[in-house]
């Protein structure tokens, strides 16, 4: 069982296009974070989010957390080619004894020039 | 250094074989964890490491997977016996005692191939 979904499974876009893609569960989390991963390389993390409703700009991203805590959109405008890579989201699951930290399975961009 | 180190990068073995993969955390950082990464795919949770004890090994896909810490620091993962479908990229991360849970820094993985 998948605790974290995320879709897009792929997206390919042209240079200068807007996406969004998406990370939800049934669970609640105490905090989620969104990490890109380019090839042959570890994740490595983009933003925290906390709050319900919270809203993070990251230059052209923009990352939101749902009101319940249970999902999560990273929003990207203007795509460029260095955008390409694999999106992850993750989180500690709320009320766990201990940070076990669990992965979606990822959404993997192309942006084409 | 100062990143989250791993060794080896690459591995090739042939099924049955042990092999032992490494991973150097962050200096005073506290929790660490293993994780899998089929090609493509996302990170399989294995192992979590809370100083050198694991509150949690029900990651582990089998018993010839083992997973130890010492000094709080190095963390070395075993896999006996291995088998085709132990290939994939094995990712270590570390992050520090009062960091935001699921800020986790990464290495840059250790890639299993088993013949």
């Known amino acids: 069982t998948q605790l974290l979904e995320q879709s897009p499974q792929f997206l390919s876009i042209q240079e200068g296009e807007n996406l969004t893609v998406y990370c939800n569960s049934s669970s609640v989390f105490s905090s989620l974070q969104w990490y890109r991963q380019e090839p042959g390389e570890g994740p490595v993390l983009l933003v925290t989010?906390?709050?319900?409703?919270e809203v993070k700009k990251l230059k052209r991203l923009t990352f939101q957390f749902g009101d319940a805590r249970k999902d999560s959109s990273l929003h990207i405008t203007a795509a460029q080619t260095g955008d390409t890579g694999l999106y992850l989201c993750?989180?500690?699951?709320?009320?766990?004894?201990?940070?076990?930290?669990?992965f979606g399975p990822g959404t993997s961009l192309s942006v084409i020039p | 250094g100062a990143g989250v180190s791993q060794s080896p990068s690459n591995k090739v073995t042939e099924k049955g074989k042990d092999v032992e993969l490494r991973c150097d955390p962050i200096s005073g950082h506290t929790a660490l964890y293993w994780y899998r990464q089929s090609l493509g795919q996302g990170l399989e949770f294995l192992i979590y490491?809370?100083?050198?004890?694991?509150?949690?090994k029900s990651g582990l896909p089998s018993d010839r997977f083992s997973a130890e810490r010492t000094g709080g620091s190095v963390s070395t993962l075993t896999i006996q016996r291995t088998q085709q479908e132990d290939s994939a990229v094995y990712l270590c991360?570390?992050?520090?005692?009062?960091?935001?849970?699921?800020?986790?820094?990464f290495g840059e993985g250790s890639r299993l191939t088993v013949l």
């Open positions: 991360a570390s992050s520090p005692d009062g960091g935001s849970a699921g800020e986790l820094f």
């Open positions: 989010v906390v709050t319900g409703g």
């Open positions: 490491f809370q100083g050198n004890s694991a509150p949690d």
């Open positions: 993750a989180g500690a699951r709320y009320g766990t004894s201990y940070d076990k930290v669990i």
